[in-house]
């Protein structure tokens, strides 16, 4: 096992239906396969993270293939970086949600990765472990990584904040970040119907201190949403689901919406 014990960083080892650590703290796994390493006096509510709602609107969205382009762009980065690697390779999908992309990532990329995802909601990784059973889940914060030091080659970081600190901690000396975030035009429609003079995402290389970017893609490409379900799925994932009124969400929904979807996909390693 690669985890560590969230309370007192020793190894975990698996004991039965139970990780434990030598100092006897004793985590239980899940029915569904999933380990909680969010112990109660390191939350900050009471259930951190996407709700049930949210979660539920992020799967059905992405389960439409709205974002599959994405997973397929991150999938043919992930193995460019690790084409040369011979050994086994471990990776991270961090802040993974729903377990989409990781699973995406299980069946698209190299035979020879290992993949964990880690969510702070209970809720999404409750779903992830549930339809993605070969990878190992965990409930944990993405500022507390429960993993030793350097045990990944790849971490997947898509629109999921994090540590500068803890990314470089668990990363291999000759890992990659591969990280997503959105493009200048990303959803700009959306921010039209919001703001008076909105504005777009800066396309700027994005900063992780003491990791450098050695590669930058942008993927820009349009959708239309032609069903009103689709529409308030797109809407409860994202920001701007706090912005808009009850009647702004009804008038979005109520006709078709043609949108522009852009990432800034960046590659970053360490600067040694």
């Known amino acids: 096992m690669l985890f560590i014990c969230p309370l007192c960083q020793a190894p975990l080892s698996r004991d039965n239906s139970s990780a434990r650590c030598p100092q006897n703290h004793c985590f239980d796994f899940a029915k569904e ?12 509510s009471i259930d951190p993270g996407d709700n049930k709602m949210m979660m539920q609107a992020r799967r059905d969205f992405l389960n439409k293939g709205f974002y599959q382009p994405l997973a397929e762009q991150v999938a043919l980065l992930i193995k460019q970086q690790m084409a040369a690697k011979q050994e086994h390779i471990h990776a991270l999908d961090l802040g993974c949600g729903e377990g989409y992309y990781c699973q995406y990532f299980t069946a698209n990329t190299q035979a020879n990765i ?34 030793a030091g350097q045990q990944f080659d790849c971490i997947t970081r898509i629109y999921a904040p994090s540590d500068a600190n803890e990314l470089q901690r668990v990363l291999k000396n000759d890992g990659c970040v591969i990280s997503v975030s959105p493009g200048p035009r990303h959803l700009f429609q959306l921010k039209q119907a919001i703001y008076d003079t909105p504005q777009p995402h800066s396309d700027a290389p994005s900063e992780i201190e003491g990791l450098m970017v050695v590669e930058q893609v942008a993927l820009t490409y349009p959708i239309t949403l032609t069903h009103s379900q689709d529409i308030a799925n797109l809407l409860e994932m994202t920001p701007f689901a706090y912005k808009l009124t009850a009647t702004q969400k009804q008038q979005l929904s109520s006709q078709s919406l043609t949108l522009d979807l852009d990432f800034k996909i960046e590659v970053f390693k360490k600067q040694v």
């Open 33 to 44: 396969g999933y380990l909680n390493l969010l112990p109660v006096q390191k939350k900050n």
């Open 114 to 147: 290992s993949w964990h995802g880690l969510d702070i909601s209970k809720s999404a990784i409750r779903y992830a472990a549930k339809r993605a059973k070969s990878i190992q889940f965990c409930i944990a914060s993405a500022f507390d990584l429960p993993f």
